[in-house]
């Protein structure tokens, strides 16, 4: 490898490294709770998260390197992620999750549906992105900042878990409409287009 090359490929291992990170602040928002530190401190450890999020795949499509391994494992290291979360929450705030609890329930059920249906149909699990999905793990990273950091946002935190249920059912949609593993795919309406179009290649 020459000189040139090297820092391209440092580079290039970024998002990855992004995506790592996130995985790693899974158990480590559950030890900070466990451990006693502040909340302030789980706020910035959703923060840090969200950014990582946010910032993977920007900098995976502008490096050329925006691969499905790359989207896969961005998807599931976000479930991962905030797994972590709701066992940091259930530790911090039984109450917010008591109270929440048949919209989570309603959530987690349709997540654990997602995967069961993409692994049978793709062998892999589904890897969207849609604009509903960026909205709701933005709304749903604020809300968790805010209920940790300060004992509010109850009220956005529920609206983040409805959005949360609409965005799976999208997904599940996908999934149904789509006669192939697709990444990437923003809304309904662009997966029946790639469906036409695949139905079409064949």
Known sequence: MNRTTAPRQSLRALPWSLVVLRLALAPGIVWAA???????VLSVCVLIALLSDIYDGVIARRLGCDTPAIR????LVDTVFYLGVLAAL?????????R????????????CVRYV???????????????????????MAISLILVFAFSRGGL??????????????????????LPQWQHDVKTIPRALALRRAMLAGK
Not at 34 to 40: F, V
Not at 100 to 111: D, G, N, Q, R, V
Not at 127 to 135: G, I, P, R
């Open 34 to 40: 466990a451990s006693g530190r502040p909340d302030a």
């Open 72 to 75: 896969v494992a961005d998807s």
């Open 90 to 98: 259930w530790l911090r705030k039984a109450a917010v999750v008591r």
């Open 100 to 111: 929440e609890w048949p919209l989570l329930a309603i959530l987690l059920t349709l997540e």
């Open 117 to 139: 249906v993409d692994l049978r149909k793709f062998g892999k699990s589904s890897s969207y992105h849609s604009y509903l999905a960026k909205t709701w793990g933005l709304v």
């Open 156 to 177: 956005l935190l529920g609206i983040a878990l409805v959005l949360g249920i609409l965005c799976d059912v999208e997904g599940l949609a996908m999934s149904a409409i």
